[in-house]
């Protein structure tokens, strides 16, 4: 099991030594203006939860937190059996007609690794951050990991299952891109989940998904649901407790 949780957004990237053609930076910076990226205690809970839950059971666990969650640290990930990514995910709005040849929604979609917000700090000034090393990992850059055979990638994140629908191509967005990369199993979000309420929903579906005896994915996270849901319900009312429960599907 491989875990990257809590990127440190704030860590220091390196830049191109030239600056950049007006394309390029509209191409790698647009949409992301004036965006902050907030830290993730929830996440970084969730995770250390996670690994020694993980560990109890047996599994062999590989943690990367704060400085260690890098861009290039994923691209070393050679097909683990889970990979558990808890960190903020975005999927920017299409941009204008004349635009749309230099980005797709393959690079709409995306992920942010330890790094992000100093790479985009450095788009504002104008200055392009080396692409392997932003922090901002797009659908098209996942699609090109080492994933074949990998069981099971969990993507505790916001609207990780949205995407562009065209015609002949289907949904294009981080799915496709874990799915190009050789994922079996996904674990996405629809809308926009807060990392503390995540963590009992997460801590249920590694419950169930590492008991003595494992079951399916799709099982675990069917059970996980009906119980965040009955505890929510109760606190929180029916339909906030389907926001807060509901946004996590089980992709194949």
């Known amino acids: 099991m491989v875990i990257l949780a809590d990127p440190d957004y704030q860590l220091r990237v390196l830049l191109e030594k030239e600056v950049g053609v007006e394309g390029q930076l509209r191409r790698r910076g647009a949409g992301l203006e004036g965006l902050q990226l907030k830290s993730l205690s929830g996440s970084r809970k969730e995770s250390e939860w996670l690994r020694q839950r993980a560990g109890g059971a047996g599994w062999t666990v590989q943690s990367l937190m704060g400085a260690e969650a890098t861009e290039l640290r994923l691209n070393e990930v050679r097909a683990p059996t889970l ?19 230099w980005e797709g929604p393959m ?3 995306l992920l942010m690794l330890a790094g992000a917000q100093r790479s985009m700090e450095a788009l504002g000034r104008g200055r392009i951050p080396v692409a392997e090393q932003d922090g901002l990992v797009t659908a098209a850059e996942i699609a090109k990991l080492n994933l074949e055979g990998t069981w099971l990638v969990v993507l505790s994140a916001c609207e990780t299952g949205q995407g562009e629908a065209l015609a002949g191509e289907g949904v294009l967005g981080l799915r496709r891109g874990f799915i190009r990369a050789g994922a079996q199993n996904l674990l996405l979000t629809l809308w926009p989940v807060g990392d503390r309420e995540t963590l009992p929903l997460m801590q249920g579906f590694y419950g169930h998904l590492l008991a003595s005896e494992p079951i399916r994915p799709s099982l675990a996270l069917s059970l996980s649901q009906r119980e965040s849901l009955k505890k929510m319900r109760q ?3 029916l339909s906030q407790a389907v926001r807060l429960a509901g946004p996590f599907i089980l992709s194949r």
């Open 83 to 101: 990979l558990h990514l808890a960190t903020h995910g975005l999927f920017l709005p299409e941009l204008k007609k004349s635009e749309r040849d």
């Open 107 to 109: 690079q709409r979609s």
């Open 235 to 237: 606190h929180h009312g």
